[in-house]
């Protein structure tokens, strides 16, 4: 079945960039998405992509998507303390197996550094 | 709008006592969803709702039991409980299941001792 996979852990220090990969396996994703999760909280949507588009950015953030290495990643500008949190990707395929619903990665904690 | 709403969100039960885990949603959404959510597990599919009367079962669905027979409402049930089902459940929905955005409920933390 479709897979997501992201490394575990990212620390970086307060004003630099971060970027949190991801990978997935289904060549027919229709959205990919990145969630980010704070302590004891639920998940929040942070952006999205549609799978005909190579790049979207939001403020802060900047989504890169690779269709051909089904490469996923996440860019957050200037961190904050405030960023600390689980960034979840998924994906979803509107059309095949998993019927629409999201697939998700085990997450990635960023610690940010002061 | 209260978007979606989870109630309780703290809960221990004894292994084989029963339980409801309730979900809301004010947004006229046709699709609900439930996860689970564990310790380097990410989140997995337990249940799903493509609408009113229309259930079908996701990754992990074993032990769990749900209905909809209201748009609003997708209770998640817990018929006997055992302690491999401790976890944080999270509620989801959307417009439709073809929908871009996923909108998630604050979950319910359950211990089962």
């Known amino acids: 079945g479709e897979d997501v996979e992201q490394s575990l852990f990212l620390s970086v220090r307060e004003g630099d960039s971060s970027v949190i990969n991801c990978t997935y396996t289904?060549?027919?994703?229709?959205?990919l998405y990145w969630y980010k999760q704070e302590p004891g909280a639920g998940l929040q949507l942070l952006t999205y992509i549609f799978s005909n588009m190579d790049m979207k950015q939001d403020q802060r953030l900047t989504v890169l998507l690779n269709k051909k290495d089904k490469h996923l990643s996440l860019r957050i500008a200037d961190t904050q303390t405030g960023d600390s949190a689980i960034y979840f990707c998924?994906?979803?395929?509107?059309?095949?197996?998993?019927?629409?619903?999201?697939?998700f990665g085990k997450g990635t904690k960023l610690s940010v550094k002061p | 709008n209260a978007g979606v709403t989870q109630t309780p969100k703290f809960q221990v039960l004894k292994t084989g006592q029963s339980m409801t885990l309730q979900c809301a949603q004010d947004?006229?959404?046709?699709?609900m969803s439930w996860y689970r959510q564990d310790p380097g597990m990410g989140l997995r599919l337990i249940h799903y709702?493509?609408?009113?009367?229309?259930?079908d079962q996701g990754e992990v669905p074993n032990g769990y039991n749900v209905s909809r027979s209201t748009t609003e409402d997708f209770p998640l049930r817990l018929l006997s409980a055992a302690p491999s089902q401790t976890s944080v459940y999270f509620c989801?929905?959307?417009?439709?299941?073809?929908?871009?955005?996923?909108?998630f409920g604050s979950g319910t933390q359950l211990s089962v001792l």
């Open positions: 709702s493509v609408g009113a009367g229309i259930t």
């Open positions: 989801a929905s959307s417009y439709a299941s073809s929908s871009e955005k996923l909108f």
């Open positions: 998924a994906e979803r395929n509107l059309y095949g197996g998993s019927q629409g619903n999201l697939i």
């Open positions: 289904d060549s027919s994703s229709t959205y």
């Open positions: 947004m006229n959404h046709e699709y």
